[in-house]
DNA sequence: TCTCAAAGTGTAATTCTTACACAATGATTG
DNA sequence: CAATCATTGTGTAAGAATTACACTTTGAGA
């Protein structure tokens, strides 16, 4: 398969450069990207089988060496191109981790970028089946320090997700309340009160009817609703939310 | 001056380093350390004027390039220690630049990390007048990209500080209610009801009487509390804090 | 002892959050 | 085509948190 050998032939050269860095003394920086997905009301991520022989069936985030001469968001977006063929999506940086023993081939700063995407939606071409959607929770050992990595981008998703609008990018464009409720009820780990909840969305005045309803469900069809940025985005932002600790 | 010379030569070292990094074509790893205090009502950083002449009487952050055997964190405390002499700080990584042209001697990635001290209190040896503590809100123009990350690290403190209890780290250890008030009116930019701020901390449960009162002020004096950080510990977390956005 | 400047204190109005139940709808089945 | 099913859609009242607001107390200094 072309798809296999190329990306074969891309980690021969990954652990090449490793080992060149390490006999050079120099640091490396990487990139691991944390490809949220959302499925079956579960929170997924994307990750891969551990080539290295060290961390044999052992799942690892998907990460890169950036280049030279390359931005370091660039070098987020690239890979995340490289293993999703997406481009149109959300990335955020989270934090960078460099830890002098994280590696076991050499010394590798990465900086961890999450990612959010439709599963649905995009279709990702996951020709290879080392690619794989785990379920979050469930998920125990990683390869090198991935667990933690895994583990605070999962914090920080939790709370980023309360006071930015970035759940819309797991879902289609048209939602229903229910799906968006889901959402916010497997990520958070809570259950939430119905007419609380499409309160409070109402309310906040970031939802737009589509005027169109859902199909192919069991049962009375809810409404359909898009994420409307231009309102979001004219919102004022306030310095002040009140001291709580 | 000891001291002195061996900045000078330090600095030296640094530019030789990054010639040959560049001539490598080898990518830099760096730490900037926005280093906050707070003075006369004010927030201040401690910044040093740039040694490049492309960056001539221009104000920079405290940074350095990281060693090879040295974990990323523990490079920030070295930086921090050598600059400061302090070692019992608050820092905490905040966010990481990767731009290609950001350093114009070559291409550095640089860790940037936020240290709150008290400065009254820690009396910090400036021996080098080169350093300096800057306002905050006065600051036009810095070398590199460095009023960018300023700004960065100055929002993320204030949302920091409405969620955390860091802001007793520029204070000293006994502080009165208005001095705690003050610190968050400078750092929001905000007027705060002065009885409500009081409630708020009372409530929150995270404050101890020192039974000692201020001395030293021209009208009556207020009580002196301190931070009681295990009675902050014990409290729980939640994942829920409401969806506003 | 008088003045000054800030400390210390309570309450009522408002806003936000939570808890909670039943009728309407469309799909499915017999 | 009537009955059933599962889920949508909707309002209100109680409780909690936030806001706005003014007067008395205290110690220092003149």
Redesign the interface.
């Known amino acids: 398969m072309i798809a296999e050998s190329a990306i074969t032939s891309r980690r021969k050269n990954i652990k090449t450069i490793l080992k060149q860095l390490e006999s050079d ?3 490396g ?1 990487s990139v691991d990207c944390v490809i949220f997905g959302f499925d079956e009301n579960e929170l997924k991520v994307l990750l891969i089988k551990s080539d290295l022989k060290r961390f044999e069936d052992k799942w690892s985030l998907l990460g890169d060496l ?1 280049n ?6 660039h ?1 987020a977006y690239r890979i995340l191109k490289e293993r999703t063929g997406l481009d149109d999506v959300y990335l955020e ?1 989270v ?6 023993g994280r590696h076991p081939a050499a ?1 590798v ?1 990465t ?1 961890t970028y999450c990612s959010l995407i439709n599963i649905q939606h995009h279709q990702l071409k996951i020709l290879d089946n080392e690619l794989h959607w785990h379920r979050v929770t469930t998920l125990n050992e990683m390869a090198f320090d991935h667990k933690k990595i895994l583990d605070i981008c999962y914090e920080w998703l ?2 980023r ?5 970035l759940g819309f990018s797991l879902l289609p464009k048209k939602f229903s309340l229910r799906e968006l409720q889901n959402l ?1 009820e497997a990520i ?3 259950k939430l009160d119905r007419r609380n909840f499409r309160k ?2 109402f309310s ?1 005045d ?1 939802l737009e009817d589509t005027g169109e309803m859902e199909t192919d469900v069991p049962h009375r069809p809810g409404k359909l609703y898009r994420f409307n940025y231009e309102k ?1 985005q004219k ?1 004022e932002r306030k ?7």
Do not use: C, S
């Open positions: 003394g120099i640091i920086i950036i030279n001469h390359e931005d370091l968001d070098a940086q934090k960078t981790f460099g830890e002098v010394r700063v900086v939790q709370k997700i309360q006071e930015h609008p916010y958070l780990d809570v409070k969305f906040m970031v979001y919102k310095t002040w939310f009140g001291i709580d600790f």
